[in-house]
């Protein structure tokens, strides 16, 4: 039995860790796709499956973990996919993973080019996003301004939360490690904040990011001023003329 899986070790050894790319067309021998389900994301404890598919019938699959000289996985299936179920994972589970499959037409010790990389993050909670104003924190107010929630990790939910509001603000679900929240200058003034969560269950969520505070700009202020103190002397002007005439009508009166 050992000697068995000694040899199936050897025949795994060239897998997914020769440079292919110099010697061997990615056409003859196209990489898998590596997935996971329900997320790439999870929550310890959670029960996780890697799907590996090849764009070919295969014969078998091998899924390697970054940092390892052997495979973690593989299977014999004769069929495009293969499915690696980890039960209960542990954050020690996370890491870097690909998968590589052999196709039986191949010569011995043949193997595809490996999948991209898969990046599993067992957690129970993702660190802070960043939160930042394009084109930056002072707003005129015929303007726009757009609030960027940036995490860490692609395919993520976003939300954003103004102080003094129990609810979102504006949600988004986004394929970048991002989301932008487009703001009307006229009622952006405020203090903002955001987080970011897997969009699917099990639900891992973030903490919230620094608050960002948006001001208005300063010349609309100055401006509005400017045009109360004109109104103002004015104003001022018309009051002295109005005197001006009451006491010379006065003064007409006294000496008849």
Avoid at 46 to 58: D, G, I, K
Avoid at 107 to 127: A, R
Avoid at 245 to 250: E, G, I, K, Q
Wanted: one cysteine or more.
């Amino acid at each position: 039995m050992a000697l068995v899986l000694i040899l199936q070790l050897l025949t795994l050894w060239p897998l997914c860790h020769a440079d292919l790319s110099s010697t061997v067309p990615p056409a003859l021998y196209p990489k898998p796709w590596l997935g996971a389900q329900p997320a790439a994301v999870v929550t310890p404890g959670a029960n996780v499956t890697l799907r590996c598919r090849a764009p070919q019938p295969a014969w078998r699959f091998a899924i390697f973990k970054s940092g390892e000289i052997t495979p973690v996985l593989y299977r014999d299936v004769s069929m495009e996919l293969a499915e690696f179920f980890l039960e209960g994972v542990t954050p020690a589970q996370g890491g870097s993973y690909h998968c590589c499959y052999r196709n039986p037409g191949w010569n011995l010790g043949v193997w595809s080019h490996p999948s991209d990389t898969l990046e599993l993050l067992v957690t129970d909670q993702l660190p802070p996003p960043s939160l930042v104003a394009l084109p930056g924190p002072v707003v005129a107010p015929n303007a726009n301004v757009s609030l960027r929630c940036a995490g860490r990790l692609r395919g993520m939910s976003f939300a954003l939360y103004r102080v003094g509001v129990a609810a979102p603000l504006q949600y988004r679900d986004s394929t970048e490690p991002w989301a932008d929240f487009p703001l009307p200058g006229a009622s952006a003034p405020g203090t903002y904040s955001c987080y970011y969560h897997t969009p699917s269950s099990p639900y891992v969520l973030s903490l919230r990011s620094e608050p960002l505070v948006i001001s208005a700009d300063g010349s609309g202020s100055l401006d509005y001023m400017q045009g109360n103190l004109v109104r103002l002397g004015l104003a001022g002007l018309v009051l002295i003329s109005l005197g001006t005439l009451v006491v010379f009508d006065w003064r007409s009166q006294s000496s008849a």
